[in-house]
């Protein structure tokens, strides 16, 4: 029970928190990650723990079906269709964007676990919030009409309830930190919809944390300044959760230096990055999300804003299937090559 709200607990938790020696070495500091992309159901991330507590609140509501929104390759879409299936439940996906030409990433594994994915093509007229509530509404009523509960589950999860469950992992974070004998230091947090970034700061501050917390936001947004972003989002949750504290916008760190203009776009240094956490520690990372945020550490490692023997707990929020998405796939295929050696029959 966290701030008058139960979970359905399903995961195995904690995570590990583990340290990268090989990267630490390189990058002067000392480097922890924590696994995330561990959590268990639908190859993992961090929807999961956010999805402990919707799951509660829909079973209690005896809801029999599970609706969300996202991208086409919804991570989030991908661990809602998981917990979905786990609860024997039904589940869509309403996707605002173009068929990418295969079913295959999070798209296939969304079909693999029996979730309808519903791919809104844009018309040139409405705008894409228009045409993804007009489909959950479409949605939502056809459940209804077939006798199904429907219970959506927000974009991202990131609503004031959804919030908890990186409230919970922050809580963890700093237990495990302090029985390894890590005083001080800073999380490390990717920042799309928020909610994960969001429920870290809270449970940082529910403890009382001597732990830090950077968000590197991954999508340029509507709103330039993501601080303000944040301290709306947390007002909100401190109204819903009842909290007994206080936070100012100056208190909110995030930067906007490292989305590379767009969401879930190639970029060959992300990829590198991605190729130095594969080849070093043998653990991969995604393109969109945690590729991105592992590249702004080892910048910000390179300008100072890191310092030296600063103690870094990196968080992997999943996302690794993204690699298999058609444009991804396909930058990495040609840079790669060269590692495959294909021996021909000799005769
Ligand atoms: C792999 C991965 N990492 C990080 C995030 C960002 O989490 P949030 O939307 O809570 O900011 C997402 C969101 O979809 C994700 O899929």
């Given at each position: 029970m966290l701030y008058g709200h139960e979970k359905e607990p399903f995961l195995h938790l904690p995570t590990p928190l583990e340290r990268l020696d090989t990267l630490s070495e390189k990058l002067g500091i000392n480097l922890y990650i924590k696994r995330d992309d561990l959590t268990g159901l639908g190859t993992g991330g961090n929807k999961l723990r956010k999805l402990e507590y919707?799951?509660?609140?829909?079973?209690?509501?005896?809801?029999t079906a599970l609706v969300t929104v996202g991208g086409p390759q919804t991570n989030h879409g991908r661990l809602?269709?998981?917990?979905?299936?786990?609860?024997?439940?039904?589940?869509?996906?309403?996707?605002?964007?173009?068929?990418?030409?295969?079913?295959?990433?999070?798209?296939?594994l969304d079909r693999i676990m029996g979730c309808t994915v519903y791919l809104v093509q844009k018309d040139g007229d409405a705008s894409e919030g228009e045409l993804s509530e007009r489909a959950v509404r479409e949605t939502m009523a056809g459940y209804e009409a077939a006798g199904e509960r429907p219970y959506f589950v927000p974009l991202g999860g990131?609503?004031?309830?959804?919030a908890l469950g990186y409230c919970e992992c922050a809580m963890e974070i700093d237990e495990q930190c302090r029985n390894m004998g890590i005083d001080d230091g800073r999380i490390v947090v990717t920042s799309g919809s928020m909610g994960t970034y969001i429920g870290?700061?809270?449970?940082?501050r529910h403890v009382g944390s001597k732990l830090g917390l950077l968000g590197v936001c991954i999508s340029p947004s509507s709103d330039p300044d993501p601080a303000a972003r944040a301290k709306?989002?947390?007002?909100?949750?401190?109204?819903?959760?009842?909290l007994e504290f206080d936070a100012q916008e100056s208190d909110f760190n995030l930067t906007n230096e490292y989305h590379w203009g767009a969401y879930n776009n190639p970029v060959k240094e992300v990829r590198e990055a991605i190729y130095e956490m594969g080849r070093k520690e043998g653990i991969i990372l995604d393109p969109c999300y945690t590729?991105?945020?592992?590249?702004?550490?080892?910048?910000?490692?390179t300008k100072g804003e890191i310092k030296e023997?600063?103690?870094?707990?990196?968080?992997?929020t999943g996302g690794v299937p993204g690699i298999n998405g058609p444009v991804h796939r396909q930058a990495m295929e040609e840079e790669l090559m060269d590692g495959l050696i294909i021996k021909k029959p000799e005769r």
């Open positions: 919707f799951i509660k609140d829909a079973l209690n509501k005896k809801a809602t269709a998981a917990v979905a299936a786990k609860y024997g439940m039904r589940c869509t996906i309403v996707a605002v964007g173009e068929y990418p030409g295969e079913i295959s990433a999070n798209i296939l990131s609503n004031e309830l959804g870290c700061f809270i449970g940082l709306k989002y947390f007002d909100r949750c401190k109204d819903y959760l009842g590729g991105k945020t592992y590249y702004a550490i080892e910048q910000l490692c023997g600063e103690n870094i707990i990196f968080i992997h």
